[in-house]
Structure formats: structure tokens, C-alpha cells
């Protein structure tokens, strides 16, 4: 069965059917790229309809209500199968109100999206490392001041080609990062992910 | 043109929520972080200057605002055609960077996709992914 199939009949058959995508085994990631046909179907540069991106405005039963930047409305509909990142792999119940996202997964009949994978609150940002404080870096992102701190036990540094660390004390005042990490809704604030950073 | 291999990652761009709001539209005006788009770090004079992906040794051909490439994950083989739509990465700032997947590995930062683009040929918590581009 694709994943296109399995997504449907997990979300139109109900409770029988999420229990039934559970029974098939998780719902990789590269189960749903393998089988993601709609992929080539969009013509490059244009809008995907397989992807969300917005700020969760109700979290009810299953389904993320969420408006985009653009002002559209979205419904995502998450079964057991969905993948939930929220710095850490996460839950349904740790989705809240307010928090951004980037939702990816397959349209149903009804223009619900089936989710494959949601990414709460996480950003990419190339920014320029100010200062650094104790447990956080002050950073310049397009001018803007972001403050990215470090969680002991989950924030890791990549120098240039190294395995993932959790030393952080290599980090420069003056250089430029790439920061995986996990934004604070309606602040200036993340959590560090990852920094990668040349040394 | 002949396949270039590197390291692809991700940008928001457009209108969007938390740091990614201030980002906008890109330099070719068009950017949004839902379409299946990307950043080139040879799209102009302008953009060459500031990327500057020759001094790590890559030779990127010019590609314009609306040019189409295909880039691979060379982790898992999956593929996504996208158009430029901004300048980028800046490469120079991490010449030698490496990724690997085992034994697949990518140096130096040649491609930026979008969120959409990004997410349909890995996860976007991995950050950065050994890539070819063509």
C-alpha cells in the first residue's frame, strides 16, 4: 500500500484506520517520499500543496487548525503515523496555540492535509554571532536581535566536519552560524538544535 | 551543466511567522517559503560578491531569477526541481564544511530550497544534507 493510500485510509477510515496505520509500522519519512508521487506533478517555482506553513490557531481531537502567512486557513489532520518535531520528538498535546509550523503530508477529498510530518516552531536561521552569554548566544539575524539558548543535554555545535557536540565552547563572538533550533512564539528567543559554525 | 556536488540546506523566505518574518520576498521578489523554489549564490554580480562560492573552489555557472535545477538527496536519492528565487548561501563563510550520511558525504554549501522544496527530499531538522545539483 503507498503512502498516499495509507494516509487516506487512516484519516477517512476513522479511528480503525489510524489504528490500521499503526498496525502497518511507523510512517517514515522515506516511506513518504518513496511514495509521494504528487511530488513530481508540481512545476518548479510553483506554491506546494502538500505543505503548510502558519501559526496554530486550535488544536481539536486530531486536527491542527492553522492560519497562514498569507491569511489562508489550513486543517491538519494528525494520525498516529505523524511525525511531531518541537525540538524533540513531540506529541499532539505539546502542539499549542500560537506556535509556528511547517506541515507536510497528503491532500485529502475534503483539502485536509494528512500529515506526514510537522515541524513546530523550528527555524533556520544564518545569523552573526554579537556575543555570547552564559547559556546563550546573542545573534544578528538580518538585523535583527535573536537570542538562542542553549538547552543542557539536547543542544549540540557542528565545527566545519565534526560529529555533533554538545561543547558549545568553541563558538566565536564575530562569526557566522547556522542555527537549527526551535523558535519561542512571539519573542526574540530560541532554543538551539544545532549551531553550525566554521572554526 | 554537469552535476555539482555539495551540501544543501534551507531558508524561509516571504511572509511567514517568528525570525523568518523579517526575512522577505528575496532578491528576486518572489521567494515564498511554500513553493518549490531556491537560492543560487551565482544569480547576479551582486550576489557573486557577497557568496563568493569560488573562493572554496566551486565554480558555479550564472543562473538567473526562474532558472530550474534538480537537487538530489544523495542520502536517501530523492529529488526535487525547484527555481531560484533568491541569492544564496553564502558560501565563503564555511569553505570545507563537510556533511555526511556514512560514507556519502557533501563539502561546501551550493544550494539553499525552501522549506517545501527542502521537506519533500529530507526533514528539515537535518539542516544540512550531502546534495547534487543539476
Redesign the interface.
Given at each position: 500500500m503507498d503512502r498516499r493510500r495509507l494516509l487516506t485510509t487512516a484519516v477517512l477510515g476513522g479511528a480503525a484506520g489510524l489504528v490500521g496505520a499503526t498496525a502497518l509500522g511507523s510512517l517514515s519519512p522515506e516511506d513518504v517520499w518513496a511514495a509521494e508521487g504528487a511530488n513530481a506533478k508540481i512545476n518548479p517555482g510553483d506554491p506546494d500543496p502538500n505543505f503548510v506553513e502558519g501559526r496554530v490557531t486550535a488544536v481539536s481531537d486530531a486536527v491542527v487548525f492553522v492560519t497562514s502567512s498569507d491569511g489562508t486557513y489550513h486543517s491538519i489532520r494528525v494520525t498516529t503515523g505523524t511525525s511531531i518535531w518541537k525540538l524533540n520528538p513531540s506529541t499532539l498535546d505539546e502542539v499549542k496555540v500560537g506556535d509556528g509550523l511547517y506541515a507536510r503530508g497528503v491532500r485529502m477529498p475534503d483539502n485536509t492535509l494528512a500529515a506526514d510530518s510537522l515541524w513546530v516552531n523550528i527555524v533556520n536561521l544564518n545569523a552573526h554571532v554579537d556575543s555570547i552569554g552564559r547559556g546563550h548566544l546573542n545573534l544578528d539575524h538580518h538585523g535583527q536581535r535573536v537570542v538562542a539558548h542553549v538547552e543542557q543535554g539536547r543542544s549540540a555545535a557542528v565545527y566545519n566536519n565534526t560529529p555533533a557536540v554538545s561543547d558549545m565552547s568553541m563558538l566565536q563572538a564575530g562569526k557566522h552560524v547556522k542555527v537549527i533550533g526551535a523558535w519561542h512564539p512571539d519573542t526574540n528567543e530560541i532554543t538551539i538544535s544545532t549551531v553550525y559554525a566554521a572554526v | 551543466m554537469a552535476a555539482l556536488y555539495g551540501e544543501v540546506?534551507?531558508?524561509?523566505c516571504?511572509?511567514?511567522?517568528?525570525?523568518?518574518?523579517?526575512?522577505g520576498h528575496g532578491s528576486c521578489g518572489?521567494c515564498?517559503?511554500?513553493?518549490?523554489?531556491h537560492a543560487w549564490p551565482n544569480a547576479s554580480d551582486a550576489c557573486f560578491a557577497i557568496t563568493r562560492p569560488d573562493r572554496c573552489g566551486e565554480n558555479l555557472l550564472r543562473r538567473t531569477c526562474?532558472h530550474?535545477h534538480t537537487t538530489t538527496n544523495r542520502c536517501?536519492g530523492?529529488a526535487?526541481?525547484?527555481?531560484i528565487?533568491d541569492c544564496?548561501?553564502?558560501t565563503d563563510?564555511?569553505?570545507?564544511?563537510?556533511?555526511?550520511c556514512g560514507t556519502v558525504?557533501g563539502?561546501n554549501r551550493v544550494i539553499d530550497l525552501t522549506?517545501?522544496?527542502y521537506?519533500?527530499?529530507?526533514?528539515?531538522?537535518s539542516?544540512?544534507t550531502p546534495a547534487m545539483v543539476s
Open positions: - | 540546506s534551507w531558508f524561509c516571504g511572509n511567514s511567522w517568528g525570525p523568518c518574518g523579517s526575512t518572489t515564498n517559503s511554500g513553493s518549490r523554489q526562474g530550474v536517501n530523492k526535487v526541481a525547484t527555481s528565487a544564496g548561501p553564502q563563510l564555511f569553505c570545507g564544511e563537510r556533511t555526511c558525504c563539502s522549506p517545501s522544496a521537506s519533500a527530499i529530507a526533514s528539515l531538522s539542516g544540512l
